[in-house]
């Protein structure tokens, strides 16, 4: 079965066919550093790592690239502020570099694979400004005031990605700026001098008190000192690391209109080529009724997440929803997050105990096999319908049922069914949809392993006491509770 992605220029499903047949180009809107990543950014961030793992499987090769905004009018608001006793950082690039060593932490705990870069907008001003003079040279942008802004009447696909026509725009950016431009639609590229004191009082915390307002960074350009536009940048940092066309941009919905439309304009604009065939939108996560946001303050953070419930279990919870639909945060709905990757991590451990086991033969009829192709095509078939983690998710489960049955019902085990079957679940389950079998969850699972040593240590004071038959009731009641205990040379080892 083919590859189908829900293209969100076309509004269809079509089949997946990127313009290099061995090499996939994927640029990602990354987040912007003014606040701790919260599970909005993770759910979106385990989605892209799974296509980008999927794209690998099928045999791409994926350059992914994830851009870091480090330059906004939010990040500059947070200079001076105060954090666990010190400042966050006394300039916006200071303050973007405490939040992005934050970011990078986060991404490392939720087992995501590497992007080949993560460009920062302050390291790309040159490329940047480079691309608003081809928009000026060639009739689409226009300097005013020491500004630079699109105009949006040149470009004649405007609105092609959110399906409206400019007459639909009734104005975009800052109202100071409309005085300034030909068109209300019309977007800056480019903003004369630093952030505004009155901006930087808009997203500034009422419970908190500031010395100074600064402006933020500035750089010179052929228009006079100012800074980046929002939109522009992507479109630069894309070109810069991947080429003038890509072929899967993806991005949260919310970004539709007005970034991504506006990343379209400028870039086939100065271009002349198509920005990006494939453009692929996570939907909202959501807290009870509401979008969850750091600027609504209804988030839980990456960090926090992570050592509550574990790395396995919150990609189990993302993955139990497609990447374009709405998934709603509950405790309801991480605790059965929780319980099936207790389930998910229980069965592997059972499944590789009984592969490993004396029971195991070579000479077995069983049922094992079919259920491994079984499961394997259904995964297929949802992956490759655009990206159905659900139903991929679902496959793996129908397979470990198959398995355990197949344990509970026998004395002799199917060799080559198990190891089939395990080597399915670390393939797809471990490979495609990012589960560490093998290492720890994190959170309750750490807990489990402190617990378990404790026990393991007052097991060996009653042995060393003599108290044999104690000893020997610690090791059963840990075995009822799925703790396998071996006694060794250098002491007890367990696993779980």
């Known amino acids: 079965m083919t590859l189908r992605v829900m293209n ?3 509004g269809e499903r079509e089949p997946f066919e990127p313009a290099d047949p061995d090499d996939v180009l994927l640029y990602y809107c990354g987040l912007t550093v003014s606040d701790a990543a919260h599970l909005g950014h993770a759910r979106s961030w385990v989605h892209v790592d799974v296509i980008h793992r999927w794209l690998e499987h099928l045999g791409y090769g994926v350059r992914h690239v994830e851009n870091i905004t480090d330059v906004n009018e939010k990040i500059v608001a947070r200079v001076g502020e105060a ?9 916006e690039l200071g303050v973007a570099d405490r939040f992005i060593e934050r970011l990078l932490t986060d991404m490392r705990s939720l087992n995501l694979k590497r992007a ?15 691309l608003i003079e081809t928009l000026i040279e060639r009739g689409y942008a226009y300097e ?3 500004s630079v802004y699109f105009d949006v009447t040149e ?10 026509t400019i007459g639909d725009v009734e104005t975009q950016g800052q109202e100071e700026e409309r005085e300034e431009k030909r068109h209300p639609a019309d977007f800056a590229l480019w903003k004369a001098g630093g952030v505004a004191p009155e901006t930087v009082a808009e997203h500034r915390s009422e419970d908190r008190t ?12 052929p228009w006079g000192e100012g800074r980046p536009g929002w939109h522009i940048e992507c479109s630069a940092m894309s070109m810069a690391h991947l080429d003038s066309s890509i072929d899967i941009h993806m991005g949260g919905r919310d970004l539709v209109f007005p970034h991504h439309e506006n990343e379209i304009a400028q870039t086939e604009a100065a271009t002349g080529e198509t920005f990006a065939r494939y453009w692929l939108h996570a939907d909202l996560f959501r807290m009870a009724d509401e979008k969850m946001s750091s600027s609504l303050g209804n988030f839980i953070p990456v960090s926090e997440a992570v050592d509550r419930f574990g790395t396995n279990p919150l990609r189990l ?6 990447y374009n639909s709405t998934q709603t945060y509950s405790e309801d709905a991480i605790e059965e997050a929780l319980e099936r990757w207790d389930r998910l991590e229980a069965a592997y451990d059972r499944i590789t105990r009984s592969l490993d086991s004396p029971d195991a033969r070579t000479k077995v009829d069983s049922s094992l096999g079919g259920a491994v192709e079984d499961a394997a095509e259904a995964f297929t078939a949802a992956m490759n319908d655009d990206f159905n983690t659900r139903e991929a998710l679902a496959a793996l489960f129908d397979l470990v049922g198959a398995a355990n049955r197949h344990i509970e019902d026998r004395d002799e085990y199917d060799y080559r069914g198990l190891r089939r079957t395990v080597e399915t679940l670390e393939t797809l389950g471990g490979g495609v949809l990012g589960f560490d079998f093998e290492g720890e969850s994190g959170g309750e699972a750490t807990i489990a392993d402190e617990l378990v040593e404790l026990v393991l240590e007052i097991r060996e004071t009653e042995r060393a006491a003599g108290n044999y038959g ?5 090791r059963d009641d840990l075995e009822t509770l799925g703790v396998e205990v071996q006694d060794t040379d250098d002491g007890p080892a367990y696993r779980l």
């Open 317 to 322: 919870f993302f993955v139990s929803a497609s």
């Open 144 to 146: 005013s005031n020491g």
């Open 470 to 474: 104690r000893a020997d009731e610690l």
């Open 155 to 164: 470009f004649p696909d405007y609105g092609k990605l959110s399906n409206q």
């Open 83 to 91: 954090d666990d006793g010190a400042t966050l950082g006394d300039s």
């Open 8 to 10: 969100t220029l076309s």
């Open 210 to 221: 500031y010395e100074t307002t600064p402006s933020g960074e500035t750089w010179d350009s």
């Open 116 to 130: 080949e870069v993560y460009p920062r907008v302050s390291e790309h001003v040159p490329e940047i400004i480079d």
